[in-house]
């Protein structure tokens, strides 16, 4: 991923990439397959969907809970896959589900003074305000975000230093465990609400929808006002967010 964003040696990256996921490393079958779903460094025309979903379905089966969100994202929305909106949901709360257990494994291991401080109890468990995550308020708890891969800092530091440079119109993904930049104009689908936030993918859209821009979103009549457009330049765009941003509210 360093060397496909953030040194732009797009063949020796994706080349990296892929001998990793062809050894099963379930994170780069999971990043081939955003770029897929966007065509990152090509054009729009480079998209392959089903490429992704097929990429997605694999580091799912792997265990790897962003895959599974995206993939049921996918089936949610018949997006690169036939529409099959009963299991998308499916998939969608046992990626939940797998992060939440994932987060209490956390905490039981946590040492053991932290825990007799804490007392911890798992079907009311809370932090104090601004700590916790609610991803996973619809199974009663507010647990911490889940910890950032390592590479996914490093890009987002790259840019937000400016040791590497966006060029011109392009955006980093708004998500902020992210750090996936445009490698285009457009690459990333907007909200359809308010037009000021792109993500590169589903999973990220919704994450991000529940720990902040559920809170800030604004209509998207403000953001034309401010000088917007809503086009991103071909499928995939405005309208298509929207479709996330609904699915969200009762999958996730």
């Known amino acids: 991923m360093i060397q496909f964003y953030c ?3 797009r063949g020796s990256g994706a080349s990296l990439l892929a001998k990793a996921a062809i050894k099963s490393h ?9 770029i897929q779903f966007n065509g990152s460094g090509g054009s729009k025309n480079d998209k392959d969907l089903r490429a992704g979903v097929a990429l997605c379905a694999r580091a799912a089966f792997l265990g790897h809970v962003d895959a599974l969100r995206e993939l049921g994202h996918c089936l949610q929305d018949g997006y690169g896959v036939r529409q099959h909106i009963a299991e998308g949901r499916r998939l969608l709360i046992r990626a939940n589900a797998r992060e ?3 987060s209490l494994n956390a905490l039981v291991k946590r040492k053991p003074q932290q825990q007799h401080q804490r007392r911890l109890n798992y079907q009311h468990y809370s932090f104090k305000a601004g700590s916790g995550c609610p991803l996973l308020s619809d199974f009663g708890c507010n647990v911490p975000a889940p910890e950032v891969h390592p590479v996914n800092v490093f890009s987002k530091e790259w840019f937000e230093s400016g040791r590497g440079a966006l060029g011109q119109g392009l955006r980093l993904c708004s998500h902020k465990g992210c750090g996936r930049p445009e ?12 037009g000021t936030v792109n993500y590169c993918s589903r ?14 979103c604004g209509p998207i009549e403000r953001w034309l006002e401010e000088g917007g457009n809503g086009d991103d330049g071909g499928h995939g765009g405005v309208g298509e967010m929207e479709e996330v941003v609904e699915a969200e509210h009762f999958a996730i």
């Open 203 to 216: 999973g990220c859209q919704a994450l991000d929808w529940k720990l902040r821009h559920k809170a800030e």
């Open 183 to 194: 490698t285009r104009a457009h690459e990333f689908r907007r909200c359809s609400v308010c």
């Open 100 to 102: 939440l257990a994932s």
């Open 7 to 9: 040194l732009q040696n």
């Open 26 to 34: 379930a994170p780069a079958l999971y990043s081939l397959g955003v």
